[in-house]
């Protein structure tokens, strides 16, 4: 089973199906080193992303009140 979470596709790892992994969804894109390990569940990987957009959205206001 798939998850789409705020872009990107948690789904079962091919070799290890009790792991998920993290892919973007549509075509291209590249995923993020936090984001590119397995996880043990659909909720840590769901934990993982809202932390790495809520980073990522901080950087981004950081950069342009500079």
């Known amino acids: 089973m798939i998850?789409?979470?705020q872009g990107y596709q948690i789904k079962p790892h091919k070799l290890y199906p009790t792991s998920w992994i993290v892919v973007?969804?549509?075509k291209g894109g590249k995923i993020p080193d936090?984001?590119?390990s397995m996880f043990?569940?659909?909720g840590i990987a769901k934990g993982e992303i809202?932390?790495?957009l809520?980073?990522?959205s901080k950087n981004a206001?950081?950069?342009n009140q500079s």
Do not use: F, P, Q
Request: charged content about 30%; aromatic content about 10%; cysteine-free.
């Open 24 to 26: 973007t969804d549509g």
């Open 54 to 56: 809520t980073k990522k």
């Open 50 to 52: 809202d932390r790495y």
């Open 3 to 5: 998850h789409i979470y």
């Open 61 to 63: 206001e950081a950069v």
């Open 40 to 42: 043990t569940s659909v």
């Open 34 to 36: 936090v984001l590119s």
